[in-house]
């Protein structure tokens, strides 16, 4: 099935690629949660949504974050009793070393394809994007009930 195998093939590609995030220092949660603070600051309750954990560990993470001075807490304009966890510049700086590395890793296994590999692979980023999107959308419930193998794409 076509799902199963884009699955597989990619948490395969991010557990490789993520390997570069060994140099940087922080571990993968805290890297996971400060990527979701470049959109701009969250309270912990949005962060532990985007990261799916519970509030203990969002708390812990973002604890972890403020030590480092990776991020800081600051007032919520919304919400006088709260406050929003923001990236500090340095957060930033780390977020796009981490970014520089992983692309550059992801380069290098591209390379290495057959030519008609990579060209394969480009021509379906716009299709995989899209379904990426998709994914991200609240789910329906509902399932295609689509069995069996996916049809191949097309030879050129």
């Known amino acids: 099935m076509l799902a199963d195998r884009l699955h597989g093939a990619a948490l395969h590609l991010m557990r490789g690629i993520r390997q570069a995030d060994r140099k940087l220092g922080v571990g993968p949660a805290r890297l996971s949660a400060l990527s979701v603070l470049l959109s701009g600051p969250k ?66 296994a591209l390379e290495r ?6 060209e394969a692979i480009y021509d379906a980023i716009d299709a995989l994007e899209r379904a990426a999107w998709e994914a991200l959308k609240p789910s329906s419930g509902r ?8 049809a191949r794409p097309r030879s050129r």
């Open 43 to 108: 309270t912990l309750t949005e962060l532990a949504e985007a990261e799916q954990v519970s509030g203990a560990t969002i708390s812990r993470i973002a604890a972890g974050l403020i030590r480092t001075g990776l991020a800081r807490r600051v007032p919520n304009p919304a919400d006088g009793r709260s406050a929003l966890l923001e990236m500090t510049a340095s957060g930033r700086r780390l977020i796009s070393r981490g970014r520089r590395a992983r692309v550059e890793r992801l380069e290098a």
């Open 113 to 118: 394809l057959r030519p008609a590999d990579r």
């Open 143 to 150: 399932t295609t009930g689509g069995k069996g193998r996916a």
